[in-house]
């Protein structure tokens, strides 16, 4: 797979969901599976070695559970792009409390996990571009009645231009 590619880590522990789900992300162009887990320690584990860009994680796993995981996983890799595949609809406000990126029910359907993926690419590229972006300016000059003032950015509540004038 290219450098583009996204490595993903899976983490369930019905076999035959898992296989479902590398099955479907095999079709898709630009996904590598770099691991699976069928219980939250080893993927806790297998997260922290392998580093991947998205985990797609059940939440009724053998402990910690998927919930459990996901909190632990947001304190050590905070980029990490969190999509639960469950079969439980109930845990869906308690997922998106902890920024998941994406919420998949089973039986999974193709077109729901790339669009999955694709909110993964999303995240990504705006992480990749605030990673990019110049730091603030530690002090804004602003010029008033010929004198010259420096301000703290984070002290600005409005800016605005009145007769041509900042």
């Given at each position: 797979m290219g450098a583009a590619s996204l490595?993903?880590?899976?983490?369930?522990?019905e076999l035959a969901a898992r296989e479902e789900l590398k099955y479907l992300l095999a079709e898709l162009h630009g996904v590598?599976?770099?691991?699976?887990?069928?219980?939250?320690?080893?993927?806790?584990?297998m997260a922290v070695r392998l580093k991947p860009d998205a985990?797609?994680?059940?939440?009724?796993?053998?402990g910690p559970n998927g919930l459990e995981l996901a909190r632990g996983l947001r304190r050590v890799l905070p980029g990490l792009q969190l999509i639960f595949a469950t079969a439980y609809d109930e845990h869906a406000v308690e997922a998106f409390d902890?920024?998941?990126?994406?919420?998949l029910l089973k039986p999974?359907?193709?077109?729901?996990?790339s669009r999955a993926l694709s909110r993964v690419r999303e995240?990504?590229?705006l992480r990749s571009a605030a990673e990019l972006a110049p730091e603030p300016a530690e002090k804004l000059a602003v010029e008033r009645r010929r004198c010259t003032y420096f301000l703290d950015p984070t002290e600005i509540a409005w800016?605005?231009?009145e007769d041509g004038l900042v």
């Open positions: 490595r993903v880590i899976l983490v369930e522990d590598e599976v770099v691991g699976e887990a069928g219980d939250g320690r080893s993927a806790l584990r985990i797609f994680l059940d939440i009724q796993i053998p902890l920024a998941a990126t994406d919420y999974f359907e193709a077109e729901r996990v995240a990504r590229a800016i605005g231009m």
